[in-house]
């Protein structure tokens, strides 16, 4: 996460590691002539602690490649320094250890920042697939009908196999106007769906907070489009706060809000409670999920614990008077909602102040760190675990929720999982 400054100096260890001892430190100049390798070293000493490395094999194959191969304008050394470090650190085999070259890495701060160009869908990888974490709120993708769990096996007729997410991010995203083709399969099913979905600017408000209206009886709820329709005994009142991401501007447009629906909260007796609705969320700054879980937890509870496997276990704990630490709250989630937004989750369920309802989480229990490497470069580094207040790891397994609901399949305007936690407000 780029405000989670722990242990942020391994990352230029990590690079110095591979290209310091030969290329000191990313300074190094290659001047090909007659296709032959004029390298001049600024410096070739490793920082203290660092092996050794025999660089030898890797300018070998350079070299050959650079004499040898038949086509000369498809050898950009730029792309092939960007490959050989996408191939180090994807070697790792973390899916969220990323190298970004410029533009992609450019691609990633648009959609933080809240604005950036493409089909507004968040992706990750799994058993080494592209898959969809969730579409963006009235995004292109979303209203092309992708959904969270899909994988996406081809763009514009390129299969994606072997790809990282670097590489789906830049073949997906483009300019305005144009369209991209994707080749997707359902999650539990083998038959390939196609989608054309043409781009847009994506104006990402991560936050919307509002009074809502439901008509329920002993055995359901039903939502209301308008208040006036909510009528009679069964006429529930509740708020609603959805939250798509945890952003650049994310807490800002969270503290715009949030004290307007605190005092229809008191003011309102009718009020039954609070239905947070977490569900599609990608995650975010680990900071803002600190920030957004002090809301509703008394100042001192603990958030969430990093552990790094070298020092002791850090907790973090809810820092500021929340507005809501005594109202009752049932969060969504379901298969999209990912790391930060599981993180929340978690600690409200584990300080006994929420119920979760809904489908099991992603399953992203780790926290990376996110620095500029120059030249509009990125690299995002895994620093850490992080672990619900009870020691829960969620990695690989998500969240369970307390009440398990689906989806209507049959009938996608009604909103059951919604609907089930308004249920659970009254109980």
Not at 13 to 27: D, E, Q, R, S
Not at 80 to 89: D, E, K, P, T
Not at 171 to 193: E, H, W
């Amino acid at each position: 996460m780029k405000r989670t400054k722990i242990l942020q100096i391994l990352l230029g260890l990590f690079i110095a590691f591979i290209f310091g001892y030969y290329f000191g430190v990313n300074k190094v100049t290659v001047d090909w002539k007659a296709y032959k390798p004029n390298i001049n070293i600024v410096s070739k000493e490793p920082p203290s602690g660092i092996t050794n490395i025999n660089f030898t094999p890797f300018w070998t194959v350079w070299e050959k490649l650079m004499v040898s191969y038949y086509d000369k304008s498809k050898l950009d050394q730029q792309k092939m320094l960007n490959g050989a470090i996408s191939g180090m650190v994807s070697s790792i085999g973390d899916p969220f250890t990323l190298y970004l070259p410029p533009i992609q890495n450019n691609d990633f701060k648009e959609g933080l920042a809240g604005q950036f160009s493409g089909i507004g869908a968040e992706l990750g990888t799994k058993d080494q697939d592209i898959i969809v974490i969730s579409p963006l709120d009235g995004s292109p993708a979303e209203k092309a009908g992708i959904k969270a769990g899909d994988t996406i096996v081809s763009v514009d007729g390129q299969s994606t196999s072997g790809w990282n997410i670097s590489q789906a991010v830049e073949k997906i995203r483009g300019p305005k106007g144009t369209q991209v083709a994707l080749g997707i399969v359902r999650k539990d099913a083998t038959k390939k769906i196609d989608l054309k979905i043409t781009r847009d600017i994506i104006n990402v408000k991560s936050v919307a907070m509002e009074v809502r209206t439901a008509n329920c009886n002993d055995k359901e709820c039903k939502i209301t489009p308008k208040a006036e329709t909510c009528k009679g005994q069964g006429c529930t009142s509740f708020v609603y706060i959805r939250l798509s991401q945890f952003g650049d501007n994310t807490n800002q447009e969270w503290l715009g809000l949030v004290g307007s629906i605190s005092s229809k909260v008191k003011n309102d007796k009718n009020i039954k409670g609070i239905v947070f609705d977490l569900r599609n969320n990608p995650g975010g700054y680990l900071t803002d999920a600190a920030f957004i879980a002090s809301e509703f937890l008394d100042k001192g509870k603990a958030v969430v614990s990093q552990d790094n496997g070298i020092t002791d276990r850090s907790t973090m704990y809810a820092t500021r008077e929340g507005l809501f630490t005594k109202d009752k709250i049932i969060v969504l989630i379901n298969k999209g909602s990912a790391s930060a937004s599981e993180i929340v989750a978690g600690a409200l369920r584990d300080n006994k102040r929420a119920t979760l309802v809904g489908e099991t989480s992603f399953g992203k229990g780790t926290i990376q760190t996110a620095e500029d490497l120059g030249d509009g470069a990125g690299l995002h580094v895994t620093i850490a675990k992080w672990l619900t207040p009870l020691g829960t790891w969620v990695n690989g397994k998500g969240l369970t929720p307390d009440v398990e609901v689906q989806l209507d399949a049959k009938d996608p305007s009604r909103d059951t999982q919604l609907e089930k936690g308004i249920q659970e407000l009254l109980e």
